[in-house]
């Protein structure tokens, strides 16, 4: 395992830190405490951190335009002024089913965003992954335990998803034009090693980054699924990563405290904490979603 020199962008512990992203036009990152409903906002240059209670449980988000996110919420999608936070319903998600909540998304090069649903108790089969294609909210998989590791190759021909509770990440053929499968998934790889495969972010040379969730790491798979590199976290449940920074060279690393107890904590000291890594990776940029046709 490797051991980057390691910063720590967030002292707040987060029960369940999650979903975070990036804007390069404002030097932002964004990330979510699911279980507690609050929004985390760092500006990266001067480490500086505010915190938005949402009144809700949400899970990621994605850059619209200056002004406007779409958060990824327990029951829906919600437009979020930038501004003043103010917040309003775009498209309900699972708002007749109080067992389930958001979990993990990430947008296509296409605009296209996919969203994952799991059970508030990761029951097996109770999850699914959504496509929000030009407006329209359409199922693309369903009967996932916990979708995680939504991230996609470069050129949007390539799909990725996990489902933590088997340890398996699958590839998925795309129409690189619409963000949509043209294919069934297929595994890529089987995690044996200590540890769950959790959130995943691709570089600009396709290399999945993938978060485990129970091994202190990111791991680093290459599009064939050859693992490449492990990347030390100082907190053993890291949840998911994002490239970060003018020249996204660094990894921003969220983690989180659930079904740890006092022991568990004791025996962790940076659990919760949301870290920066000098990775030196050759990241990109995240796309806006697109919301119509044009």
Known sequence: MERLRTSI??????????????????????????????LFEAHVGSGRVRSHALGRMASALAR???????????DGLYIRNVGDGAMRLYRPLEADNPRTRSNDARVHPSGTFWIGTMGRK????????YALHRGEL?????????????????DGALGYFADTAENVLYRIPLDASTGLPIGPPEELLRHRDVGGLDGAVVDAEGRIWNARWGGGCVDIYSPQGAHLRCLHVPARQASCPAFVGPDLSRLLVTSAWQDMDEAARAADPEHGRT????????????????????
């Open 9 to 38: 962008l967030c002292e707040e512990r987060c029960h369940l830190g999650e979903g975070p992203t990036y804007d390069a036009a404002t030097d932002t990152a964004w990330w979510f405490d699911i279980l507690e409903g609050r």
């Open 64 to 74: 619209i335009d200056a002004a406007r996110q779409l958060v990824v919420a327990e």
């Open 122 to 129: 990761a029951e097996r089969g109770m999850g699914a992954i």
């Open 138 to 154: 359409s199922r693309l998989f369903s009967a996932i335990a916990i979708p995680n590791a939504i991230c996609f190759s470069p």
């Open 275 to 294: 870290f920066l890594l000098e990775a030196s990776a050759p990241g990109r940029p995240e796309p806006d979603v697109k919301l119509g046709t044009s």
